[in-house]
């Protein structure tokens, strides 16, 4: 059949190509559509916990700020220096033991 009527293979051909493309077609169009709205689902997530974390940050860095300025005003605090006193001198506040003793003091 396929010899005597050769109109028969283009025929096929052409309506293999023309399904092949409107599947690749639409499958592509569909992909787009999809990392599209993926895309701006992240992007919405993204503005969403960048919110979250600035104002939970306000509400940490707050109470610093405020201690920040109260030990800065408070007389006691003022000569805490010179009460501490120097590493090692007698009466001074004795080092903290470990790895933090270059820094940290016992009070």
Same mark, same amino acid.
């Given at each position: 059949?396929?010899?005597?009527?050769?109109?028969? %293979?283009?025929?096929?051909?052409?309506? *293999?190509?023309? *399904? *092949?493309g409107?599947?690749?077609?639409?499958? %592509?169009a569909?992909?787009?559509?999809s990392?599209?709205?993926? $895309?701006?689902?992240?992007?919405?997530?993204? &503005? &969403?916990?960048?919110? $979250?974390?600035?104002?939970?940050?306000?509400?940490? $860095? *707050?109470?610093?700020?405020?201690?920040?300025? %109260?030990?800065?005003?408070?007389?006691?605090?003022?000569?805490?220096?010179?009460?501490?006193?120097?590493?090692? &001198?007698?009466?001074?506040?004795?080092? &903290?033991?470990?790895?933090?003793?270059?820094?940290?003091?016992?009070?």
């Amino acid at each position: 059949v396929v010899i005597q009527h050769p109109g028969i %293979w283009v025929t096929g051909l052409f309506c *293999l190509a023309l *399904l *092949l493309g409107t599947s690749v077609g639409t499958l %592509w169009a569909w992909s787009a559509n999809s990392s599209d709205t993926k $895309l701006m689902v992240a992007l919405g997530k993204a &503005e &969403e916990i960048t919110t $979250l974390l600035s104002h939970k940050l306000d509400v940490a $860095l *707050l109470p610093l700020i405020a201690m920040q300025d %109260w030990v800065t005003y408070w007389p006691a605090f003022r000569d805490l220096s010179r009460q501490v006193g120097q590493r090692g &001198e007698p009466g001074s506040a004795p080092a &903290e033991n470990g790895p933090r003793a270059a820094t940290h003091r016992n009070m």
